[in-house]
């Protein structure tokens, strides 16, 4: 029987990582995997998840089953932590999932419980799993237009156009913060106009948001979040921890499904425990645990917080030096938008030959689509990054 499974495709990421290992030279940069490092190339465990396990470890004394759609302590932190004051637990469903990716996956699940001619539009770009896992689950994709490869912003004009098609049944798919694989995001006046066509169209909208305080903060970076959810009755977040809180291994993502009454956030709230049930039974407990210890006291949530901001800024202060070397080799500012996009990632334009150049001559890897993680640099390797950009012709 195993033996008539077809051969899968690599994926590109994991496949780059392989070749950046086998690169015997020195001074080779990695900008291809999608997880945060420190100047030294270190993903490091931040302070007050250490804190939180030791507490874990000195006063765990069970290993037993925990509850199939999580603990209640991790939803609603998560919740408080993404909607803020605009949290309405009678009417919000959540649920623990395997990572974000798991909340993306039964986020889509429960749409099509819902509708089974679900369509999902989706910015192009967008993180490639996105589509694998919908094409994979045969869920139609409706691609609609976002990033201008001239500005290297948002082409809004484009994708207002384009998710005015969708309909009621439908479920529009935004990235909430940090967009990835571009860094190019929606002011919030932008998310107001969204928010409008949501409004006409009767789609619903799935939010993915993966990075949570990477981009302008934590408040900021869920204000878009905040404003759909204020305005459009149903709602759902698909919100990862592997970044915000660096527990990559962990797998703790959250679901929450925004309903318009109670007795419809009865039926989301059964709907998505059967899905965990029918997927993997119990979600994972360690990381949830850690996450709503540290959101639920307030000196490890504010010891937290400051880590966070010494991420977030360290990455800001990385994109002005790479914009600003640039700017330099260039003599023109056509590199500015290095310094405006959020987020780990900026697509930086290059065709799959430029990109290819840059690996091959500098030992620069990045993705075929020029995406690059702007946390794989640090103060002695942007130089090295801006010659190679420049000498390739990007």
Same mark, same amino acid.
């Given at each position: 029987?195993? =033996? ?11 496949? #780059?990582?392989? *070749? ?5 030279? +020195? ?5 291809? @995997?999608? @997880?945060?490092? $420190?100047?030294? =190339? /270190? ?31 991790? +939803? ?23 990572? =974000?990716?798991?909340? !993306? ?18 910015? $192009? ?13 045969? %869920?139609? @994709? ?29 479920? %529009?798919?935004? /990235?909430?913060?940090? /967009? ?8 919030? $006046?932008?998310?107001?106009? @969204? ?10 909208? &799935?939010? $993915? ?34 970044k915000n809180f660096g527990i990559y291994r962990e797998r703790t993502g959250c679901l929450l499904a925004l309903c318009d009454n109670p007795a419809t956030k009865e039926l989301a709230q059964g709907a998505m425990a059967f899905l965990n049930r +029918? ?20 000196? &490890? ?16 202060? #990385? ?16 590199? =500015?938008?290095?310094? *405006? /996009? ?10 799959? *030959? ?5 690996? *091959? ?5 990045? %993705? ?13 390797? !942007?130089? %090295?990054?801006?010659?190679? !950009? !420049?000498?390739?012709?990007?």
């Amino acid at each position: 029987m195993l =033996g008539n499974l077809k051969p899968q495709a690599p994926d590109k990421i994991l496949a #780059l990582i392989g *070749e950046f290992r086998a690169d015997p030279r +020195q001074g080779k940069i990695d900008l291809g @995997v999608g @997880v945060y490092k $420190d100047a030294t =190339g /270190h993903t490091p465990i931040m302070r007050a998840v250490l804190e939180a396990e030791k507490r874990m470890l000195e006063n765990e004394t069970t290993k037993t089953y925990a509850g199939l759609a999580g603990e209640p302590e991790f +939803q609603r932190a998560m919740g408080e932590l993404i909607l803020g004051a605009g949290l309405k637990p009678e009417t919000t469903a959540a649920l623990a999932t395997v990572g =974000g990716t798991g909340a !993306i996956r039964q986020a889509l699940e429960l749409a099509r419980m819902a509708n089974p001619e679900l369509r999902v539009f989706v910015s $192009d770009p967008t993180w490639p799993n996105h589509v694998s896992i919908m094409n994979f689950m045969g %869920v139609p @994709v409706v691609t609609y237009r976002y990033f201008d490869a001239e500005t290297r912003g948002v082409a809004f004009d484009a994708m207002k156009q384009d998710i005015s098609a969708a309909k009621k049944g439908d479920v %529009v798919l935004l /990235h909430g913060c940090c /967009h990835n694989p571009t860094g190019a995001n929606l002011t919030l $006046d932008q998310w107001a106009e @969204v928010a409008s066509i949501l409004e006409k169209t009767g789609a619903t909208p &799935l939010i $993915d948001l993966a990075y949570q305080g990477f981009g302008d903060g934590l408040e900021e970076d869920a204000a878009g979040t905040r404003l759909i959810a204020s305005r459009i009755p149903e709602v759902l977040i698909a919100a990862s921890c592997s970044k915000n809180f660096g527990i990559y291994r962990e797998r703790t993502g959250c679901l929450l499904a925004l309903c318009d009454n109670p007795a419809t956030k009865e039926l989301a709230q059964g709907a998505m425990a059967f899905l965990n049930r +029918q997927t993997y039974s119990f979600p994972p407990f360690h990381g949830a645990k850690v996450v709503a210890t540290i959101l639920n006291d307030a000196g &490890l949530r504010a010891d937290w917080q400051a880590e966070l901001e010494e991420v977030r800024g360290g990455m800001l202060r #990385l994109r002005e030096q790479l914009a600003t070397e640039l700017r330099d080799l260039a003599g023109s500012d056509r590199f =500015g938008f290095l310094a *405006e /996009h959020r987020g780990m990632f900026s697509r930086l334009g290059a065709s799959p *030959e430029q990109v290819a150049r840059m690996k *091959e001559e500098f030992g620069i890897y990045m %993705v075929g689509d020029s995406r690059l993680n702007i946390a794989g640099l640090n103060e002695a390797t !942007i130089p %090295v990054l801006a010659r190679a !950009i !420049i000498e390739a012709g990007v």
